[in-house]
C-alpha cells in the first residue's frame, strides 16, 4: 500500500503589463473568470518512440522560462480539450495570408476557423504598434462563423513603415495564426 | 475549449496579507537611512526646509508651516495651529518627525510609537501614542502623541497614513514644552544642550498590505491534452495531430494564463518542470497572485 498523493503545486503569477493596467483602473475589469495552459516552451519532436520507457524523458527536462510580463507572448501555446480519439485540432484561415500597403493605407483581414469552432471569436494583437493599429482588438463571429479585423497603417498608427507581425487567436479553440503586415515608405513624411 | 471558467465561489481565495515591520531610529545617520526627517517651523520663520539628506531645499518654513495647518488642521487662519493639550489655545510654532513613504509603506501601526526626548538639560521623557477609537478626519486616522509617564499630557498629533507626528504642545509644569523657541532645534540622536529638543530615539512598526488571491486552476482527465504548439502538429495547413501523440495524447503544461471576462491575459504563471497530462491524469495548480 503506498501513500495518497495530496500535493498541490504551489505556483507564483506575476501580472501581465495589461493586468497591471486594469488593476490601475480600478473599474472591475481587471477580475479573473477563466484560464488557460500553456506549453510554450516544449518541443513534441523530442518524443522519442523508439524508446521502450521513458520516451519523454527529454521533454520533461526542458527548462522552464520565468514568466513574462508582455501579455502578447507570455502564452502562445494554449493546450485545447478534445475528445480522445481527434486526428485534427482547430485551424484559423486567414485571408489575405499577408499584406503589403501603402504607408497610410487601411488593411482588413478575414478569420474563420477549421476543423472547430470559435463561437466567442477572434482575439488580435499588433507586435509593433508604430507599424498598425488594430481598430478591433476582438472581433464576433458573423452567421458565417468569420470575424475581421482592420488595421490602420502610417499616420493612423505610429507613422512607421516597415514589417510586423499580427497575432490573431481563435478564443475557444486557442488556435494562433501569424500574419506579417509590410507597410512600404512610399507617401510617408520624409 | 482552450480557456475555462473559474467557479469563482469554490476555486478562488482572497486574503489579505499584513506585513509588518519594526523601525528603531537612534542616530542622525539612522534617520537619514530611513528618510526621517524632523524640523522646526514658524509661521513666520524666514528659513527653508532641510530634508532628510540634509540639503536644504527652497521651501519656505512659513510655507511647510502653512500647509500642516491647513492640511493636518483644517485650520482657516493659516498662520496658527491649536496647542495640543487643549485645542482652544492656538500657536505659531511646531516641531514635526516626517516618515518617508518608502519607510511607511501602506501606513504607521497604531499604537506602535515610542520616542525618548530630551529637553535641554531635563530627565528624558518618553512619548508614546494613543490611536483614536474612530476614525474622524479627512486625512485618515490619527492619534494623540502622549507622555508615556502621564497619558493626560497630549504632547502632539500623529496621522498614520502619511507618516507625519507634529509636536504642537506639552505641558510646561512636566517639562515637555514642544513649543519653545525654534532656534533651539529638533534633531535626531542623543545629547540636547539647554534650549534644544533633541529625538534620543523613535520605534514604530510600518505596515504594508497586500492582497492575495489562490487560484485553483485544474485539469481533469478529459481536458487539455492536446496542444496548439507547432511541434505537436504534423501538417499545419490541416492541423493535423502528429503521430506520436494520437494513440495516447499527452501535453506537457508550463504556462498558467490568468484572464479576465474579456479573455484579456492579466496574470501568467509558469511551472518548473513541464508537467505532464494525459487522459489518465488530472492535475490542479494553486497559482498564488499578490498584488
Given at each position: 500500500m503506498a501513500f495518497l498523493d495530496s500535493s498541490t503545486a504551489v505556483i507564483d503569477a506575476i501580472l501581465t503589463r495589461k493586468g497591471r493596467e486594469l488593476l490601475a483602473r480600478n473599474?472591475?475589469?481587471?477580475?479573473i473568470t477563466k484560464f488557460a495552459f500553456g506549453?510554450?516552451?516544449?518541443?513534441?519532436?523530442?518524443?522519442?518512440?523508439?524508446?521502450?520507457?521513458?520516451?519523454d524523458a527529454d521533454i520533461l527536462n526542458l527548462p522552464v522560462l520565468e514568466p513574462i510580463s508582455n501579455e502578447n507572448v507570455a502564452l502562445l501555446y494554449r493546450l485545447i480539450t478534445l475528445p480522445r480519439g481527434s486526428l485534427k485540432i482547430a485551424n484559423l484561415q486567414i485571408s489575405p495570408t499577408s499584406g503589403t500597403v501603402g504607408y497610410g493605407t487601411n488593411l482588413t483581414i478575414n478569420v474563420s476557423t477549421d476543423n472547430g469552432e470559435d463561437s466567442q471569436g477572434y482575439a488580435a494583437t499588433v507586435r509593433d504598434t508604430d507599424i498598425g493599429v488594430l481598430t478591433n482588438t476582438t472581433s464576433a463571429p458573423d452567421v458565417n462563423g468569420e470575424g475581421v479585423f482592420t488595421i490602420r497603417t502610417g499616420a493612423n498608427a505610429g507613422g512607421k513603415a516597415g514589417q510586423t507581425i499580427v497575432d490573431i487567436t481563435g478564443i475557444n479553440s486557442g488556435a494562433r495564426k501569424e500574419f506579417t503586415l509590410t507597410v512600404s515608405a512610399s507617401g510617408a513624411a520624409a | 475549449m482552450s480557456i475555462n471558467n473559474y467557479d469563482l465561489g469554490r476555486d478562488v481565495i482572497n486574503t489579505e496579507v499584513l506585513t509588518k515591520t519594526n523601525y528603531e531610529i537612534t542616530s542622525a545617520t539612522a534617520a537619514q537611512e530611513r528618510s526621517l526627517n524632523s524640523f522646526v517651523m514658524e509661521a513666520t520663520s524666514t528659513g527653508f526646509l532641510v530634508n532628510a539628506k540634509g540639503t536644504t531645499t527652497s521651501t519656505p518654513l512659513s510655507a511647510a508651516f502653512r500647509n500642516i495647518s491647513n492640511y493636518f488642521f483644517s485650520s482657516s487662519a493659516a498662520n496658527r495651529i491649536p496647542v495640543a493639550q487643549n485645542n482652544v489655545a492656538t500657536t505659531g510654532i511646531s516641531r514635526v518627525i516626517t516618515i518617508g513613504r518608502t519607510t511607511v509603506d501602506d501606513s504607521i501601526l497604531s499604537g506602535s510609537v515610542t520616542g525618548t526626548f530630551s529637553f535641554g538639560t531635563q530627565a528624558n521623557k518618553v512619548i508614546i501614542d494613543q490611536p483614536e477609537q474612530s476614525i474622524s478626519g479627512a486625512v485618515g486616522r490619527k492619534g494623540d502623541l502622549v507622555e508615556k509617564a502621564d497619558t493626560t499630557n497630549i504632547v502632539g498629533t500623529i496621522f498614520y497614513d502619511s507618516g507625519t507626528m507634529v509636536f504642537h504642545g506639552g505641558d510646561y509644569s512636566r517639562d515637555t514644552n514642544f513649543l519653545i523657541d525654534s532656534a533651539s532645534g529638533f534633531t535626531f540622536g542623543p545629547g540636547a544642550t539647554a534650549g534644544n529638543v533633541a529625538i534620543n530615539n523613535i520605534s514604530f512598526i510600518s505596515l504594508n498590505m497586500l492582497k492575495r488571491s489562490v487560484f485553483f486552476t485544474r485539469a481533469f482527465n478529459q481536458e487539455f491534452n492536446y496542444s496548439n504548439n507547432p511541434t505537436a502538429i504534423a501538417n499545419a495547413s490541416l492541423g493535423s495531430i502528429s503521430s506520436n501523440l494520437t494513440g495516447m495524447p499527452t501535453s506537457f503544461i508550463t504556462t498558467i494564463g490568468l484572464y479576465n471576462n474579456s479573455n484579456e491575459l492579466v496574470a501568467v504563471a509558469k511551472t518548473a518542470p513541464p508537467v505532464k497530462k494525459n487522459f489518465d491524469t488530472e492535475k490542479v495548480f494553486a497559482v498564488r497572485l499578490q498584488y
Amino acid at each position: 500500500m503506498a501513500f495518497l498523493d495530496s500535493s498541490t503545486a504551489v505556483i507564483d503569477a506575476i501580472l501581465t503589463r495589461k493586468g497591471r493596467e486594469l488593476l490601475a483602473r480600478n473599474d472591475g475589469s481587471f477580475q479573473i473568470t477563466k484560464f488557460a495552459f500553456g506549453d510554450d516552451e516544449i518541443n513534441y519532436q523530442l518524443y522519442d518512440a523508439t524508446k521502450s520507457t521513458d520516451q519523454d524523458a527529454d521533454i520533461l527536462n526542458l527548462p522552464v522560462l520565468e514568466p513574462i510580463s508582455n501579455e502578447n507572448v507570455a502564452l502562445l501555446y494554449r493546450l485545447i480539450t478534445l475528445p480522445r480519439g481527434s486526428l485534427k485540432i482547430a485551424n484559423l484561415q486567414i485571408s489575405p495570408t499577408s499584406g503589403t500597403v501603402g504607408y497610410g493605407t487601411n488593411l482588413t483581414i478575414n478569420v474563420s476557423t477549421d476543423n472547430g469552432e470559435d463561437s466567442q471569436g477572434y482575439a488580435a494583437t499588433v507586435r509593433d504598434t508604430d507599424i498598425g493599429v488594430l481598430t478591433n482588438t476582438t472581433s464576433a463571429p458573423d452567421v458565417n462563423g468569420e470575424g475581421v479585423f482592420t488595421i490602420r497603417t502610417g499616420a493612423n498608427a505610429g507613422g512607421k513603415a516597415g514589417q510586423t507581425i499580427v497575432d490573431i487567436t481563435g478564443i475557444n479553440s486557442g488556435a494562433r495564426k501569424e500574419f506579417t503586415l509590410t507597410v512600404s515608405a512610399s507617401g510617408a513624411a520624409a | 475549449m482552450s480557456i475555462n471558467n473559474y467557479d469563482l465561489g469554490r476555486d478562488v481565495i482572497n486574503t489579505e496579507v499584513l506585513t509588518k515591520t519594526n523601525y528603531e531610529i537612534t542616530s542622525a545617520t539612522a534617520a537619514q537611512e530611513r528618510s526621517l526627517n524632523s524640523f522646526v517651523m514658524e509661521a513666520t520663520s524666514t528659513g527653508f526646509l532641510v530634508n532628510a539628506k540634509g540639503t536644504t531645499t527652497s521651501t519656505p518654513l512659513s510655507a511647510a508651516f502653512r500647509n500642516i495647518s491647513n492640511y493636518f488642521f483644517s485650520s482657516s487662519a493659516a498662520n496658527r495651529i491649536p496647542v495640543a493639550q487643549n485645542n482652544v489655545a492656538t500657536t505659531g510654532i511646531s516641531r514635526v518627525i516626517t516618515i518617508g513613504r518608502t519607510t511607511v509603506d501602506d501606513s504607521i501601526l497604531s499604537g506602535s510609537v515610542t520616542g525618548t526626548f530630551s529637553f535641554g538639560t531635563q530627565a528624558n521623557k518618553v512619548i508614546i501614542d494613543q490611536p483614536e477609537q474612530s476614525i474622524s478626519g479627512a486625512v485618515g486616522r490619527k492619534g494623540d502623541l502622549v507622555e508615556k509617564a502621564d497619558t493626560t499630557n497630549i504632547v502632539g498629533t500623529i496621522f498614520y497614513d502619511s507618516g507625519t507626528m507634529v509636536f504642537h504642545g506639552g505641558d510646561y509644569s512636566r517639562d515637555t514644552n514642544f513649543l519653545i523657541d525654534s532656534a533651539s532645534g529638533f534633531t535626531f540622536g542623543p545629547g540636547a544642550t539647554a534650549g534644544n529638543v533633541a529625538i534620543n530615539n523613535i520605534s514604530f512598526i510600518s505596515l504594508n498590505m497586500l492582497k492575495r488571491s489562490v487560484f485553483f486552476t485544474r485539469a481533469f482527465n478529459q481536458e487539455f491534452n492536446y496542444s496548439n504548439n507547432p511541434t505537436a502538429i504534423a501538417n499545419a495547413s490541416l492541423g493535423s495531430i502528429s503521430s506520436n501523440l494520437t494513440g495516447m495524447p499527452t501535453s506537457f503544461i508550463t504556462t498558467i494564463g490568468l484572464y479576465n471576462n474579456s479573455n484579456e491575459l492579466v496574470a501568467v504563471a509558469k511551472t518548473a518542470p513541464p508537467v505532464k497530462k494525459n487522459f489518465d491524469t488530472e492535475k490542479v495548480f494553486a497559482v498564488r497572485l499578490q498584488y
